[in-house]
């Protein structure tokens, strides 16, 4: 039997399984039923996240969702076709703001009228949008963000490594500018303006056929919130692209992009075009950071230009060098983790100042680390955001970003799956070890 | 009528020479910050994005010296600092100049044996993130620890001028000049030297290097250290002529200051000292003189367009040259 020993594989439809091994099978399952369980607020299940990040959890993770898609398109173009981007902000950013010009309607601008109505904005024609419903603008998101990645491709391809890392890097704050020069689609270049919701209509009714934005009966069937209806939304888009992106791996098209990563010369040779094959790999990485730009905003509401910045950018090649480059669940496990540990410090930082008044060690760590006030040497400040030495959570979750990209890049160069591999590895081998 | 046009014609050359004498200070800027990027790349072969992070902590830690008359959270005072409400006369000015680059020299070496050290032999992608992940770790001391939108330099000529056959000429843009000058002539004479040659010979071959005795080592301590200090005088140089932040350290600018130094570098090549200084001034020139003749349209092309002319510029030549005008065409091998 294969799985007992690491890595065996006796046939090719055991080594390109979806699951080829029974644990990864039986794995799968319980997380699908875990995630389930989680979004219709089962008791024990949903206790787990609630301690990490406090009562209203299903924010935060539902807020992940769209991100970790965008993940796995840049997972796609770096992991598995080997561009290093640093433009993948920029191409959200086309797919949200298709998103907005197609969809949006007048309802989205009354909400922000005294910016727009001091910038002259309110007068233009076709600043709202076209108002069409969810199932036209979530695909053309997707297509328009492609249609940008295919644009940029000829320029891209020309130029490996690090001056392909630094185009993009170009790219993003040519977006930004862009961001800047149309304020009829995208609002205040500050605040933003806001986007559809994700509601599901026909065409321009009055209610909607499925409605994600309001607490009720689903189908005549289960009473959700509105966060719930959301994270089941958000999960099964997911779902869908998590399949595609593992089965575009398994495919023809999959296997050229990984010949071009490893070694585009040799690749060339065996009949790959270098070109076509690069260009497809922006194109499909593009695809998955429209829809999840689109959905992220959408999920959002509002949204401003200064949001596609280099730093979103550098959020998702963190994302993929700490879950492991290369691999769906990697990609999973690191959106996870990068866009969950700020909130799990948040709330540590809250349950710490809860604590000062007691005794104890807890009371003498709080002590040290926290400040109200001014006066005080702890480093974090408890007060409100405000700029100064005692610096507010906000900042020092940055920091402690920083540090982990760099911790991980030298302690754990395949990140998260790269653990995985070595726990499961020495499991298999044990007692033997190697 | 013949006066009118005479007029409008020193009008006209009096703008371009004024527009020449801004591009040329800003093209001093960038040759700085290139320079420091060029150092660091051609001893250690890491593309340093984490240089915008540096070069703002130098730049602060001087404007923290001469206009807070000290350090916070420490118990000592800066001795040098002028008098409250006083200019601090050149050569002390100088001094503190000279202050702050020794502190971004001696963060840079910092990071340089905590970071990136142990990653000598990765991938430069990865070695590329490591900066870019001590840019996101640095950035928050720069921008909140210090409190202030923006911050004084204490700059001892203020916004005074000359006039030059009807242009005026800020003293700030001579001074950018000369520093950028003393620069790059230091870089330049810094490659004569031995330390100067070891480095060449690091960059060019490292384990042939290290076989003569060299301690690469040691080079790319000594390359963080300079790339760091070139990189902070480039970011005091931004801050005191008055391009936007006036003097000051912008917490707008300065941050991102680095990245608009990028098109530079891949004009002028990654590795080619040339390039950097040759890649700055003409980088410097399109945007300015964009900004300034084309300003007319400025409704259509959005207010700030000057500032991603760079970009603009960088996509073409890259199409064109992909391995910029001065730099190494990268050899690939079957």
């Known amino acids: ?434 | 009528m013949m006066t009118a046009l005479q007029l409008a014609q020193t009008g006209a050359g009096a703008t371009f020479l004024q527009t020449l004498v801004k591009a040329l200070a800003l093209g001093s800027v960038y040759v700085l910050i290139a320079l420091g990027f060029v150092i660091v790349f051609k001893a250690t072969q890491v593309l340093n994005f984490a240089a915008g992070a540096i070069a703002m902590a130098g730049a602060m830690f001087m404007s923290i010296l001469i206009s807070d008359g000290g350090i916070p959270l420490l118990p000592f005072d800066n001795p040098l600092a002028p008098a409250e409400g006083e200019a601090a006369s050149i050569p002390m000015w100088g001094v503190h100049v000279l202050i702050a680059l020794v502190f971004a020299a001696l963060f840079g070496l910092v990071l340089e044996r905590v970071a990136i050290r142990p990653m000598v032999g990765q991938p430069l992608f990865a070695m590329a993130v490591v900066t870019l992940g001590i840019e996101v770790a640095v950035r928050p001391f720069n921008l909140d620890a210090t409190a202030l939108e923006s911050r004084n330099l204490g700059v001892p000529w203020k916004a005074e001028t000359w006039e030059l056959a009807g242009a005026i000429v800020p003293k700030s843009y001579v001074a950018a000049v000369v520093l950028a000058a003393i620069g790059s002539t230091a870089v330049l004479l810094f490659f004569r030297s031995r330390l100067g040659v070891a480095m060449r010979a690091v960059a060019f071959d490292q384990e042939a290097a290290m076989a003569q005795g060299i301690n690469v080592g040691r080079v790319f301590a000594i390359a963080w250290g300079l790339g760091a200090a070139l990189a902070a005088l480039g970011a005091i140089t931004y801050g005191m002529a008055p391009f936007p932040p006036g003097g000051n350290v912008s917490q707008e600018i300065h941050p991102i200051l680095a990245f608009r130094v990028l098109p530079v570098i891949v004009l002028g090549g990654l590795d080619s000292i040339a390039g950097a200084i040759v890649g700055g001034v003409m980088i410097a020139s399109a945007e300015i003189f964009a900004g300034q003749y084309l300003s007319q349209y400025n409704d259509t092309l959005g207010s700030g367009y000057s500032t991603i002319v760079p970009y603009l510029v960088m996509l073409v030549v890259l199409v064109v040259r992909p391995f910029g005008i001065f730099g190494t065409p990268e050899i690939r091998r079957v």
């Open chain 1, 1 to 434: 039997m294969a799985f007992n020993r690491p890595m065996l594989r006796t046939s090719y439809q055991e080594d390109t399984a979806i699951f080829p091994t029974y644990f990864q099978k039986g794995a799968a399952s319980l997380f699908f039923v875990v995630l389930i369980l989680l979004g219709l607020g089962a008791p024990i299940v949903s206790s787990i996240p609630s301690f990490f990040l406090g009562s209203t959890w299903i924010n935060p993770i539902t807020n992940m969702l769209p991100l970790a898609i965008a993940a796995l398109g840049i997972n796609i173009l770096v992991g598995v076709t080997g561009q290093v981007s640093l433009g993948h902000a920029f191409f959200m950013g086309v797919g949200a703001y298709t998103a907005v010009a197609l969809g949006g309607n007048g309802d989205e601008w009354q909400a922000c009228v005294p910016f727009h109505q001091e910038l002259g904005l309110l007068e233009q024609e076709g600043q709202c949008g076209l108002g069409l419903p969810i199932w036209i603008w979530l695909p053309f998101s997707g297509i328009g963000a492609a249609l940008a990645g295919i644009i940029v491709a000829p320029a891209a391809v020309k130029v490996r490594g690090l001056y392909l890392a630094i185009v993009t890097v170009g790219l993003v704050f040519i977006g930004l500018h862009l961001g800047r020069m149309l304020p009829s689609i995208a609002g205040d270049f500050e605040s933003g303006r806001k986007w559809p919701k994700l509601d599901f209509r026909l065409w321009k009714e009055e209610t909607p056929l499925v409605s994600f934005t309001e607490d009720g009966k689903w189908f005549g069937l289960i009473h959700l919130t509105e966060e719930q209806k959301q994270y089941f939304l958000l999960i099964m888009i997911l779902g869908a692209f998590m399949l595609f992106a593992k089965n575009l791996v398994r495919s023809r098209t999959g296997r050229a992009l990984q010949a071009i990563r490893d070694r585009d010369i040799a690749a060339e040779v065996m009949g790959v075009p270098e070109f076509n094959y690069k260009r497809l790999g922006f194109a499909i990485s593009s695809f998955y950071a429209g829809i999840g730009g689109a959905l992220w905003a959408s999920y959002n509401g509002r949204m401003a230009p200064v949001n596609w910045s280099l730093f979103l950018s550098v959020d998702f090649i963190a994302i993929l060098l700490i879950g492991g480059a290369g691999t769906v669940a990697g990609t999973i496990l690191g959106t996870i983790f990068v866009e969950l540990t700020p909130e799990v410090v948040k709330t540590f930082t809250e349950w710490l100042g809860e604590q000062t008044a007691s005794n104890g060690p807890v009371a003498w760590l709080a002590n040290i680390l926290l400040t109200e006030g001014s006066g005080d040497f702890g480093p974090i400040s408890t007060g409100t955001v405000a700029l100064g030495w005692p610096m507010s959570v906000f900042y020092w979750n940055l920091v402690i970003y920083g540090v982990l990209i760099i911790a991980f890049l030298i302690f754990e160069p395949m990140g998260l799956y790269g653990i995985w591999v070595k726990v499961r590895n020495y499991w298999k081998r044990w007692p033997f070890s190697y």
